[in-house]
């Protein structure tokens, strides 16, 4: 009868111990659910109020007289293509933080003579724009104007005047300036000992110097070699210097000699 008892004293403690047990567990776990939920309130709450700062300052600072964009500085600025630049910088202005300078050095690099364009904000109201530059290299009058060109052939602008050091291009279509521009590296060493240079066909390029009156057909490579080994040779010839109309040096180790008219009919 004790055992039996004991035993149901036994069954009824455990029972009631594990019944706690849950009740303790589901308490825990609707405090935990309700602190989740107020931390979630309250991080909410935390997010629009930051929100609502942010995007009151950034009314602000938009609309902030200090950084509204007052000058340009510009560093290695074209030569040729000021008045186009300043026109493409005078669509932009307004808040430093809003201009969009991906979209304004798109429309630099727009211009021939602007290779490249670094774009940067000094704060409050300075933008800077570093340049990048296509040099000219060629010359071509046209039309009461110089045509300015870079040694690709890539026209930079117009002048009235022609600035000082360039090749002078005589050539009357697109296919010729770019059969020269390819070969503008072996024009380079001759500098301004060129008086012009053009194109024809079958000779391919046709070098003027200042320094002497003949033109030079100089092939398609070693310009500067084969005319130093020009006139070395010239010093020896047997016939008068100024008879010579052309010197073709296309052919390696060959040299050939077209003279005046005059000569030509003497036995």
């Not at 602000?60 to 040729?80: E, I, N």
Request: hydrophobic share 45%; proline share 4%; net charge positive.
């Amino acid at each position: 009868m004790k055992d039996a008892l004991g035993a149901s004293l036994k069954f009824e403690t455990e029972f009631f111990r594990k019944s706690n047990n849950l009740t303790l567990t589901r308490e825990k776990k609707i405090r935990s659910i309700q602190v989740r939920t107020v931390h979630m309130l309250l991080l909410l709450a935390l997010a629009v109020l930051a929100g609502l700062v942010i995007s009151r300052a950034a009314e602000f600072l938009l609309r902030w007289d200090a950084l509204q964009v007052q000058q340009f500085r510009l560093r290695r600025q074209p030569l040729f293509a000021r008045a186009r630049v300043a026109a493409i910088l005078g669509q932009y202005g307004g808040n430093i933080l809003a201009m969009d300078l991906q979209d304004l050095q798109a429309q630099l690099t727009q211009v021939p003579e602007v290779a490249g364009a670094s774009i940067r904000r000094i704060l409050p109201d300075t933008v800077e724009i570093d340049f990048t530059l296509r040099r000219p290299f060629f010359q071509s009058y046209r039309n009461g104007q110089y045509l300015l060109l870079d040694a690709n052939g890539l026209e930079l602008g117009r002048e009235r005047e022609c600035p000082a050091g360039l090749v002078a291009l005589r050539a009357g279509d697109r296919a010729a300036v770019e059969a020269i521009a390819a070969l503008s590296r072996e024009l380079r060493p001759l500098g301004d000992q060129i008086e012009y240079v053009a194109y024809d066909e079958p000779h391919g390029v046709v070098l003027k110097l200042r320094t002497v009156p003949e033109i030079i057909y100089p092939g398609e490579g070693d310009f500067a070699a084969k005319i130093r080994r020009y006139f070395r040779i010239k010093e020896r010839l047997p016939f008068a210097a100024a008879a010579i109309r052309s010197v073709d040096l296309r052919i390696p180790g060959r040299i050939y000699f077209a003279f005046e008219e005059q000569l030509q009919g003497k036995p």
